[in-house]
């Protein structure tokens, strides 16, 4: 079942967005080579303290931590450790935060100091790639519009898209209905609606789309070894438009 949201629940996911978009903005400079991953999720948890906001994540299905951090190969939901990022890596950070009883989710890749272009560039696609789908999550659009727009951006820029793990509906949970993929035909599935609160979330493999979970539970890595990019944002659609809720500026 989707729910969509009043205006007044959109202004409180407002809120919520904007406490994500300012953590993963403070952990933008703070990931530099020699920073922990278990660093980058306490300042996560000092900031969401300090405003009075709830880590969505944290014993979610028994996730143990605010933070996801996913360096270079590992592809979504890694849990942070004590191994220092490196020169030349690659770190997805992924958070949600609720204020007010409500979720937002979002996620970005950030370079670990100086990284090679082939890396950069697949930073650069996954994140362009949301924007595309951005041209599809206004009404009269439906949500497979959205996975097959952010499949062919990727796709022709030589990337494969997760097939294993989809963006969701947001809300008063973390994962709400519909499921949004980010691979498939249009014109199917949903039609987006006024009030619709969605975290679309393309995840990018530069190798193989196929993927695996470590024996922790959690840790997603790709099949091949190679890099994988993350970018998220939790938006809402409001006449007609999406309004994106977890970026500043
Ligand atoms: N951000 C992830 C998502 O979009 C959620 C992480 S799963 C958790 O689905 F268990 F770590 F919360
Ligand atoms: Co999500």
């Known amino acids: 079942m989707i729910v969509c949201k009043s205006a007044r629940e959109i202004e409180i996911m407002k809120r919520s967005g904007k406490v994500v978009a300012d953590v993963l903005d403070l952990l933008r400079d703070a990931v530099r080579p020699g920073v922990t991953p278990r660093q980058l999720d306490q300042a996560a948890e000092n900031y969401l303290k300090k405003v009075g906001a709830i880590p969505s994540f944290k014993n979610y299905n028994g996730y143990p931590a605010t933070l996801c951090v996913s360096p270079n190969e ?52 996954t994140r362009e790639s949301f924007f595309e789908a951005m041209k599809y999550c206004r009404t009269g659009y439906r949500i497979s519009d959205v996975s097959n727009a952010v499949q062919v951006y990727c796709e022709a820029r030589g990337y494969s898209l997760v097939r294993v793990l989809t963006g969701h509906g947001v809300g008063r949970h973390l994962h709400e209905d519909p499921e949004i993929p980010n691979f498939g035909k249009p014109g199917r599935g949903p039609r987006i609606q006024e009030g619709m609160t969605l975290a679309v979330e393309p995840m990018v493999n530069m190798g193989t789309y196929f993927v695996k979970t470590a024996d922790d539970g959690w840790t997603v890595s790709t099949c091949d070894g190679k890099p994988s990019a993350h970018y998220e944002n939790s938006i809402a659609i409001v006449d007609g438009e999406p309004l994106i809720l977890t970026l500043n500026r």
């Not at 890596?89 to 204020?99: E, F, Q, R, T, Y």
């Open 74 to 125: 590992v592809v979504v939901h890694g849990i942070p450790n004590d191994d220092p990022l490196e020169e030349g890596d690659i770190v997805s950070l992924d958070m949600g935060a609720v204020v007010d009883g409500y979720h937002a989710d979002a996620a970005r890749t950030y370079p670990v100091g100086k990284i090679s272009a082939e890396k950069a560039r697949l930073i650069e696609v």
